[in-house]
């Protein structure tokens, strides 16, 4: 299975469309790409060496031959492309992230809660499901021994944000008493591979 199949058979969640959609396009202008190589080699062999006995039949012949032939072609065409932009924008069921190499957006849900406690000490409930775009996905690391030893030139980038937009959401599930229900996040609006930074990712072992 190549590449293409692999991104073209796959399933994914709703939650997980925007980025999966990008995969599918990649694949599908890859096979459009592909299918529009063939398409000229189609217009080329359509001049065909069919026998007639005047010149004039020759002439409407191999006219009409061309004609005939580049219309099925274009309808094949046309055909090819719809069918598969309609069959891979439509996805649905489950996708496997653990399977991609590379650092992309996805979608993530968590519960966000905002209580409110009065000045007599009443909690005022207030929560809900909330979904973010986050960053998720591998970026290449190396080490390069150095000529010190036990020294190394190592190099361990992450999946992280790229920039982040603030966005303000209404919490649904509160007490109809709520003074604010309003809750602040942040979506990342493109995720890349870089160094580590404790300003916007939980970094491990940040002194190794």
């Known amino acids: 299975m190549t590449l293409v199949d692999t991104y073209l058979n796959a399933k994914v969640s709703s939650a997980d469309q925007f980025t999966y959609k990008i995969f599918q396009q990649n694949a599908l202008q890859y096979m459009v790409n592909t299918e529009m190589k063939n398409h000229m080699l189609y217009k080329q062999n359509c001049k065909g060496d069919l026998k007639f006995d005047t010149e ?3 002439k409407w012949g191999l006219a009409w031959q061309e ?5 099925v072609n ?12 309609l069959q891979h924008t439509s996805v649905s069921g489950s996708f496997d992230f653990d399977s991609m190499l590379a650092c992309f957006r996805r979608e993530y849900n968590f519960r966000a809660t905002k209580p409110f406690i009065t000045r007599h000490g009443l ?3 207030c929560s809900d499901i909330i979904t973010v775009y986050s960053c998720y996905g591998r970026c290449d690391s190396s080490e390069i021994a150095d000529y010190k030893i036990p020294y190394k030139i190592s190099n361990h980038k992450v999946c992280t944000y790229g ?8 919490l649904t599930n509160c007490h109809p008493l709520h003074p604010d229900p309003t809750y602040e996040v942040f979506d990342a609006t493109f995720c890349s591979c870089k160094s580590c930074s404790s300003d916007s990712t939980s970094c491990e072992n940040l002194n190794g």
Not at 67 to 71: I, K, V, Y
């Open 67 to 71: 004609r005939l032939c580049m219309a």
């Open 123 to 125: 909690v005022l409930p």
């Open 56 to 58: 004039a039949q020759v």
């Open 163 to 170: 920039d982040v937009q603030k966005r303000t959401v209404t």
């Open 74 to 85: 274009h309808w094949i065409f046309l055909v090819f492309v719809v069918s598969s932009y």
